[in-house]
C-alpha cells in the first residue's frame, strides 16, 4: 500500500502512524482471506481521507486563527490610539472650559461699568441730552442688559459641563412644583389674554429633582411659549406617568420652529433664534443649558413643532427609586 499521505502526516504524527502500520499488516496477512482483506483495506482508505480532510481543515482554522489575531490586534491598536485622541480632547475641552470661564468673569467689569455710567447718564444728564440722546442711552443699556445674560450664561454652561460639577437631587413632588410655577408666569400669561392651563395628577408624583434648577427649566420653557404666542393663544403644562418615567409636556399654539432649527435648537451658540411675538429678542444660551440641566437630572427633552400650528416641548425625568 502506498506511503502514509504527506499532507497530514506533520499535524497528525500518531494517526498517520497507526496507518503506516495497518498498511503494513494488511500486505504481510490475510492471504486466504480476500473478503476480509478487501474490507480492511477500505476502511483504511476511509480513514486516510478522514485524516486528510481534518489536516485541510485545521490549517484553514489555523489560517483564519492568525487573520483574526492580527485583526485583533489592529483593533487594538486603534482602541488605545482613540483612547489618547479622547484624552487630548478631554484636555483640550477642559482647557477651553477653563478660558472661556475666565474670559466671561472678566467681561463682567467693563460691561457692569458701561451700565452704571449709563444709569448715571440718564439719572443726571437726561434732560440735557434730549429725546435723541436718551434714547442712544437707553440702547447701550439694553446692550449691556444683553451682553450680562450672556456672559452669565457662560459662565453656566463652564459649571454645567465641568468635571467635577454635580447636582444634588431630591425626593420631590414635581407637581407641586409646576403648579407653584405655572402661577408665578400667570400674570405675563394673562398680560396677552393667553389660556394657562395645567394638568397634573391628583396624587403625589415623586422625582428626583433639584428645585432650583427644576425651576431654570419651567421658567424658561413656559416663558417662551408666552413669548412665542400670539395674543389669545394656548399653553398648556401637562404631567403623565408612565411605567417607568413621568412625562412633562409644555404644549403652545404659538408660531412654531421651522423645520431646518429644530436639528440645532439644543446646540451651544447656535443660530436657531427667533423674535417674540411682539419683538422681543432671543438673548442667552437658554437652550442649550436647559439641555444640560435636564440631563442632569438623568432624563432627555426633546421638542416638535409645525410653523404657525405650535411648538411642544417633551421632558422625561425617572421615578424616584425609593417611592
Known amino acids: 500500500m502506498a506511503k502514509t499521505n504527506s499532507k497530514y502526516t506533520d499535524i497528525f504524527r500518531n494517526e498517520s502512524a497507526t496507518v503506516d502500520r495497518a498498511s503494513q499488516f494488511l500486505q504481510s496477512n490475510f492471504n486466504e482471506l480476500d473478503s476480509a482483506r478487501d474490507e480492511f483495506r477500505h476502511l483504511l482508505e476511509c480513514y486516510q481521507k478522514l485524516l486528510t480532510y481534518t489536516a485541510k481543515i485545521t490549517r484553514l482554522g489555523d489560517s483564519n486563527q492568525r487573520k483574526l489575531h492580527n485583526a485583533i490586534q489592529q483593533i487594538q491598536a486603534q482602541k488605545e490610539e482613540l483612547r489618547d485622541r479622547k484624552e487630548l480632547l478631554k484636555r483640550l475641552n477642559k482647557a477651553k472650559d477653563e478660558i472661556l470661564g475666565i474670559v466671561a468673569h472678566d467681561l463682567r467689569t467693563p460691561v457692569n461699568t458701561a451700565l452704571g455710567y449709563s444709569e448715571i447718564l440718564l439719572d443726571e444728564y437726561g434732560v440735557t441730552l434730549g429725546e435723541d440722546g436718551t434714547h442712544l442711552i437707553h440702547k447701550i443699556k439694553s446692550s449691556c442688559h444683553q451682553m450680562t445674560v450672556l456672559i452669565g450664561d457662560l459662565l453656566e454652561i463652564a459649571k454645567l459641563e465641568s468635571e467635577d460639577f454635580n447636582l444634588n437631587l431630591e425626593r420631590t413632588d414635581i407637581r407641586e412644583q409646576l403648579i407653584f410655577h405655572v402661577e408665578e408666569n400667570r400674570d405675563r400669561a394673562d398680560g396677552k389674554k393667553h389660556r394657562l392651563c395645567l394638568k397634573v395628577p391628583d396624587h403625589p408624583v415623586w422625582v428626583p429633582l433639584n428645585k432650583e434648577r427644576f425651576q431654570q427649566i419651567c421658567q424658561n420653557l413656559i416663558s417662551n411659549a408666552i413669548k412665542f404666542t400670539e395674543e389669545g393663544g394656548s399653553i398648556d403644562v401637562v404631567l403623565s406617568c408612565k411605567e417607568q418615567h413621568v412625562l412633562l409636556s409644555i404644549r403652545d399654539t404659538g408660531i412654531g420652529i421651522p423645520a431646518d432649527h429644530l436639528p ?18 432671543s438673548i442667552g444660551l437658554g437652550m442649550n443649558i436647559i439641555h444640560n440641566l435636564v440631563e442632569l437630572h438623568g432624563g432627555r427633552i426633546w421638542v416638535e413643532s409645525t410653523v404657525g400650528v405650535g411648538t411642544n416641548f417633551f421632558i422625561e425625568l425617572p421615578y424616584c427609586q425609593n417611592t
Do not use: I, M, V
Request: net charge positive; charged share 35%.
Open 264 to 281: 440645532h435648537l439644543f446646540k451651544k451658540f447656535t443660530r436657531a433664534s427667533r423674535l417674540g411675538t411682539r419683538g422681543e429678542a
